[in-house]
């Protein structure tokens, strides 16, 4: 029931900046943690970063601490993450995910609501 759609991807040179945008469209939402997933071929899945929904707590990453930022916003609904000085290697499928509160590991598989993901591309 609950639908994430994502937005904001492309492609950009090495040290651009890019800023995802996910729609929730679930009433209920403001009872879920949200996260940014990020897949590329030959990698592990991996959690970016994630905000619970009051937007007091958040988690990065470390590979990203210092360059991006998730934010969400109460009224409209959405989730951001913004993205400062891109990698190459950081090209993937970005996800929207989300789960409901919980005290589990910042893990994959703990997310059980996916977006259909943004693509991501970094050239050098």
């Known amino acids: 029931q609950v639908e994430l759609v994502e937005s904001g991807g492309g492609s950009v040179q090495a040290g651009g900046s890019l800023r995802l945008s996910c729609a929730v469209s679930?009433?209920?939402?403001?009872?879920?943690?949200m996260g940014w997933l990020r897949h590329s071929p030959g990698k592990d899945r991996e959690i970016v970063a994630a905000?619970?929904?009051?937007?007091?707590?958040?988690y990065y990453m470390n590979s990203v601490k210092g360059r991006f930022t998730i934010s969400r916003d109460i009224a409209k609904n959405t989730v951001h993450l913004q993205m400062n000085s891109l990698k190459p290697e950081e090209t993937a499928v970005y996800y929207c995910?989300?789960?409901?509160?919980?005290?589990?590991?910042?893990?994959?598989?703990?997310?059980?609501?996916w977006g259909q993901g943004t693509q991501v591309t970094v050239s050098s």
């Open positions: 995910v989300a789960r409901r509160p919980s005290a589990r590991p910042m893990e994959v598989k703990s997310f059980a609501y």
């Open positions: 679930d009433r209920t939402s403001s009872t879920y943690t």
């Open positions: 905000i619970s929904w009051s937007g007091r707590d958040s």
